[in-house]
């Protein structure tokens, strides 16, 4: 169900963490924020100008490169893995804002590949796949929950905004029991207020494959199951900005 609200966060909202990138370098000022681990001199850079500031981080992905891969697979992206601040736990209830910029993206064209370039995650320590992501998929931006086996549209046709700043907020109870939700809203170019899109209720929003003792978030570029050979498209490059954590416990 698609709701409007207000851009403003509750009274009762704490920011745990900001990642601006106003300090013009890669962990934005931020000690022990996790920077890329692909290799490529441009896998990930500070760019001007920013969403509301000065300063932006790019990350960018060449299928068959071994110098855009980490861990094996084609990505460059940020964490925070490694900052309490940054870490989410069961019991919490959190928001997660973040802009993002797709950068001269090539749209999605009949008969072309259809798999998804996942921009933003809520990600378990311990090799486990995502709580959730948010992922470009043909020409939609969509959130997907692996655990739960659902799928939502949140932009119906992002070729508008390719270039432009879009904005995007992810509010998570996260439980063990079904007790609880994904509430997952969108601020286009043009729109002065959030929009809520949808939300996920009732559900078990903690549920780690293998023994994780905490999350986080990432950012960036993750290219799974695509290749020069599928006929994906063989560059992406996506920038972020203004990524915010609140407490809303």
């Known amino acids: 169900m698609t709701s ?9 909202a704490a920011e745990a963490l900001r990642v601006d990138y106003e300090s013009g370098t890669l962990n934005s ?13 441009d896998a990930s850079g500070v760019v001007q100008p920013g969403h509301a500031g000065s300063y932006a981080v790019q990350h960018k992905v060449t299928l068959g490169d071994p110098a855009y891969e980490s861990n094996g697979a ?19 209830i959190q928001r997660y804002e973040f802009s993002v910029l797709l950068k001269d993206w090539k749209p999605y064209e009949p008969g072309d590949s259809e798999s998804g370039d996942i ?12 709580a959730f992501y948010l992922m470009t998929k043909r020409n939609e931006v969509a959130f997907r929950s692996p655990h739960l086996n659902k799928q939502t549209t949140v932009v119906p046709d ?35 207020d959030y929009t809520q899109i949808f939300s996920y209720d ?10 994780a003792d905490h999350g986080y978030i990432k950012w960036g570029l993750y290219r799974p199951s695509e290749s020069i050979e599928n006929g994906d498209v063989p560059t992406r490059i996506v920038q972020h900005d203004d990524i915010r954590i609140f407490d809303l416990s």
Do not use: C
């Not at 000022?29 to 001199?41: I, K």
């Open 158 to 192: 992002l070729r508008p905004y390719i270039n432009k700043w879009m904005n995007f907020r992810v509010d998570a109870r996260w439980t063990t029991d079904e007790t609880g939700y994904f509430k997952v809203s969108a601020q286009l170019p043009g729109q002065a």
């Open 74 to 92: 084609p990505r460059s992206e940020s964490a925070t893995d490694l900052l309490e601040a940054g870490q989410f736990n069961v019991g919490d």
């Open 29 to 41: 000022g931020v000690e022990g924020l996790t920077t890329t681990h692909a290799t490529a001199p």
């Open 119 to 130: 921009i933003f995650q809520g990600k378990y320590a311990g090799g486990n796949v995502p």
């Open 4 to 12: 409007h609200v207000t851009s403003e966060v509750a009274q009762d």
């Open 202 to 211: 009732n559900v078990r929003t903690y549920q780690p494959e293998n023994p």
